[in-house]
């Protein structure tokens, strides 16, 4: 299979990644391989199988809704890349 | 060199509380040991020296005060996987998106290390977020094989291997999604657990595929493996896929069943595991080591885990798939490297992403993305999940109907060099043949060293279990190396 350089440029905008036209070409064929690799799971019978949804069989772990502090802001704010009077800073949307 | 290097972390153990060194004499031995090795080997991306001789000289407080009732790792070294975060200490996971990031908080794991006395001596480098088989997806350069420099000690944990290999540290922390401990433990001679997934906290881990990731040690005996396990495992409220199961005492196990043999446990050896893709002198070895199990009184079962064959395929699309989810928090807001290229938010984090993250991370992050996405999500992600079922399936009519334990090659080669596979990215998947259907299943697994090809580069015996007996897998390991010794100390000169 070979995957469009336009498939792979969609999936790259989904991802939030943005690919030179070099890397582009390079995911078209790797990621084709990869794909057709993965394709052989179509040989393998699943009718009526359940998918995994815990490799135990596990189901919901609950807590009581008892709060309990978190983080200070100043341990949060030393590490942001901006971090101004009301919060992480990012360029204006609106 | 000190010789103190060269010694188990039991025998550290001892030394510390008969008084013949101090723990300030081990911290520094050890810290010599990397000056004069990690130039080449490229193991430790970070070494703290200064907090570790601090918790050293702490340790021999708390030794002089307590005696023999000192916490199992007081004035230990021990060496921590860049995957897994430490508080105040740069966590970076081998990638430029974290660089510099320092994290508020310790992975339980580690914390669980400090609060037994371990000195934490540094960072271990990996391959990018736990993405690879030998180590070479590192943004901070390749770790080097101390059994052949020009080769790969395996990965994702390939620093840890490297630095426990070469006498850096007697024990190490890594984390195994798809055999990143197992792999690299056998490429390098040493002894590396996966635990039973849930039976380690993931708290602090930083995740790649949150279903299968398992965080795990390294050793150079079992008993120093079954001494990190002892401390690491057990519930934490802040994970809830952790087992609440009691945690078993591992090394009084041990000790009870050193030197009594393994009589009546059945070995399954599953034919699918020796196919032609295996190197005929790991497939002769392995048989050999298996052969050996019968002369302690193993019962050999031929087994057929059919569904071997669709394992590398199903966890290329569950890992990537997890992977794209987990790995979608950088973006540069709120922890970690921000790029001034934007001009808009979505060009923030496009290039904050482009810029940070390696190859092969945006390659399974592509992968994971598109096999997730409408209109291929059934015939992809959830067929995959179907198949997991199937293996795990597999697993559990083996164990329940036919054998205790299984036995297989952990990898199928040696180690490779440098190199030789980064061309080919479904080369290097192949890598990890061996081990991915363990995670898959969720169940423990361990590697043995068994012995050397014609080059002399080690090979591993994989082991595994049930869920939740790791117990039987150390036990089985222990017997087997005190029967078939390996030099685990060959690299520490």
């Known amino acids: 299979m070979s995957l469009s350089i336009e498939t792979v440029r969609y999936v790259a905008k989904l991802s939030a990644l943005a690919i030179t036209d070099e890397e582009a070409q390079r995911m078209c064929k790797d990621l084709g391989e990869t794909l057709d690799y993965v394709a052989k799971l179509a040989e393998i019978s699943t009718e009526g199988v359940r998918p995994t949804s815990h490799v135990h069989g596990a189901t919901n772990d609950f807590r009581e809704d008892i709060l309990k502090p978190s983080f200070k802001t100043e341990e949060v704010s030393s590490i942001a890349p901006d971090f101004g009077p009301s919060g992480f800073r990012v360029p204006r949307i609106i | ?493």
């Open chain 2, 1 to 493: 060199m000190s010789s103190l290097v060269k010694l188990s972390a039991s025998q550290m153990r001892a030394g510390l509380l008969s008084g013949e060194f101090t723990a300030k004499d081990l911290t520094s031995a050890h810290l010599d040991r990397i000056d004069a090795t990690n130039t080449e080997l490229n193991s430790f991306l970070l070494v703290t020296r200064e907090s570790a001789l601090e918790s050293a000289e702490n340790a021999d407080k708390t030794i002089k005060q307590l005696g023999n009732k000192s916490p199992l790792f007081t004035g230990i070294p021990v060496a921590i996987k860049d995957m897994l975060v430490t508080k105040g200490i740069e966590t970076k996971c081998a990638s430029k998106i974290l660089e510099g990031f320092i994290p508020p908080y310790d992975c339980t794991a580690v914390y669980r290390l400090k609060e037994h006395g371990a000195v934490i001596l540094g960072k271990t480098n990996m391959d990018e977020f736990a993405m690879g088989s030998s180590n070479e997806n590192s943004a901070y350069g390749p770790v080097r094989n101390p059994w052949d420099k020009s080769r790969v000690p395996g990965g994702s944990s390939g620093g840890s291997a490297a630095c426990v290999c070469s006498g850096q540290a007697p024990i190490a922390l890594g984390t195994d999604t798809g055999g990143s401990i197992r792999q690299p433990a056998s490429l390098t001679g040493t002894i590396g657990l996966k635990p039973t997934y849930g039976r380690v906290s993931r708290y602090g881990a930083v995740a790649y595929a949150s279903s299968l990731d398992q965080i795990g040690p390294f050793g150079r005996t079992v008993e120093d493996v079954a001494m990190a396990l002892q401390v690491i495992a057990g519930k934490d409220s802040r994970d809830s896929t952790s087992i609440g199961a009691p945690v078993p005492n591992y090394l009084e196990e041990l000790a009870c069943a050193k030197g009594k043999g393994l009589s009546g446990l059945r070995v399954g050896v599953p034919k699918e595991y020796f196919s032609q893709g295996i190197d005929p002198e790991v497939s002769k070895s392995v048989h050999a080591s298996i052969k050996a199990l019968e002369g302690l009184g193993c019962q050999l079962v031929d087994i057929s885990l059919p569904t071997t064959d669709y394992a590398l395929a199903t966890y290329y699309i569950i890992g990537p798939a997890e992977a794209s989810s987990n790995l979608s928090r950088y973006d540069g807001i709120r922890y970690g490297k921000r790029s001034k290229n934007h001009k808009s938010l979505a060009e923030l984090y496009a290039s904050t992403r482009s810029e940070g993250f390696g190859q092969e991370v945006k390659r399974r992050i592509l992968i994971g993305t598109y096999v997730l996405s409408q209109g291929y999500y059934d015939a992809y992600y959830r067929k995959a999940q179907q198949v997991r079922t199937l293996i795990i399936e597999d697993f559990k009519k083996a164990f329940s109907e036919q054998c205790d334990i299984i036995a297989t090659p952990v990898s199928p080669t040696t180690a490779f060099a440098l190199g030789e596979k980064t061309s080919n990215p479904l080369q290097m998947y192949m890598a990890d043949i061996c081990t991915i259907p363990v995670n898959l299943a969720g169940l423990p697994g361990i590697s043995v060293p068994c012995g050397l090809d014609s080059k002399g580069l080690p090979i591993g015996l994989q082991l595994v279990g049930p869920a939740l007996e790791e117990t039987r897998l150390l036990v089985t390991a222990q017997a087997f190396m005190d029967q078939c010794p390996f030099d685990v100390t060959a690299n520490i000169v």
